[in-house]
């Protein structure tokens, strides 16, 4: 555990900025759209989703990701229970998290509204399972005793923040991954590449979002 609290700043849009890595938390055009394009479509969700179906991500951050995924599982009507599981070594404060995603619409942030005002490790729903594994990721998933179908990798900008996309880690993430699991990640950085293609994915690097032209998605060998 850690008791590391993010500290961001907030633009004019809306968007938090970590200060601790001068990065925003998700796109300055869209944060739905990025993660619908990057983790849903990039590990080809919803269409792989089965009860007990596993999503595994890097960076927490504000939600966004997960309550974009847990949306496209209720759109999608699938019977059982997602399961996600995030690594985080900067928690933001509850207050932080709502107002960041509190502006986007049609996002179940009720799961957030309805906790004691302090982001849990452990929340669960009637269709969902969420955990987050407050930590250096470095240190907390090698530990982790279990393995995901589909992993996103949403750590801040490789360059400002190489810690979480190491060769080491990288290779955890491998080792983490079921049989024919994926992997999404905003960034096409080369050594990010070579580190996933060590650890045992195959890799393809396709159009990123926005005004990214590239990202990197890859399958299990």
């Known amino acids: 555990m850690t008791d590391q609290r993010a500290d961001v700043d907030w633009r004019d849009s809306g968007v938090p900025v970590s200060r601790q890595f001068d990065d925003p938390?998700?796109?300055?055009?869209?944060?739905?759209?990025?993660?619908?394009?990057?983790?849903l479509d990039g590990n080809a969700l919803p269409q792989r989703f089965v009860d007990g179906f596993h999503v595994a991500e890097l960076g927490f951050g504000t939600g966004l990701n997960f309550l974009v995924t847990l949306a496209a599982w209720r759109a999608a009507g699938i019977a059982g229970r997602l399961r996600f599981t995030s690594f985080e070594a900067f928690?933001?404060?509850?207050?932080?998290?709502?107002?960041?995603?509190?502006?986007?619409?049609?996002?179940?942030?009720?799961?957030?509204?309805?906790?004691?005002?302090?982001?849990?490790?452990?929340?669960?729903?009637?269709?969902?399972?969420?955990?987050?594994?407050?930590?250096d990721a470095r240190q907390m998933l090698p530990k982790w005793d279990d393995v995901a179908?589909?992993?996103?990798?949403?750590?801040?900008?490789?360059?400002?923040?190489?810690?979480?996309?190491?060769?080491d880690l990288m290779a955890a993430v491998g080792q983490h991954t079921t049989k024919d699991g994926t992997f999404a990640t905003?960034?096409?950085?080369?050594?990010?590449?070579?580190?996933?293609?060590?650890?045992?994915?195959?890799?393809?690097?396709?159009?990123?979002?926005?005004?990214?032209?590239h990202m990197t998605r890859g399958a299990l060998r």
Do not use: C
Not at 149 to 167: I, M, Q, T
Not at 187 to 208: H, Q, S
């Open 186 to 213: 905003y960034t096409a950085a080369g050594f990010v590449r070579r580190a996933l293609e060590n650890a045992g994915f195959d890799i393809e690097r396709i159009p990123g979002f926005g005004r990214k032209r």
């Open 25 to 39: 938390y998700y796109s300055l055009d869209d944060g739905v759209a990025e993660t619908r394009h990057v983790f």
């Open 91 to 135: 928690p933001l404060p509850m207050a932080d998290l709502l107002k960041a995603v509190q502006v986007f619409d049609r996002l179940p942030v009720e799961v957030f509204e309805e906790t004691d005002g302090r982001l849990a490790s452990h929340i669960t729903g009637d269709d969902f399972e969420l955990q987050i594994i407050e930590g």
């Open 149 to 167: 179908d589909a992993w996103y990798l949403d750590g801040f900008s490789p360059a400002k923040n190489p810690e979480l996309w190491g060769d």
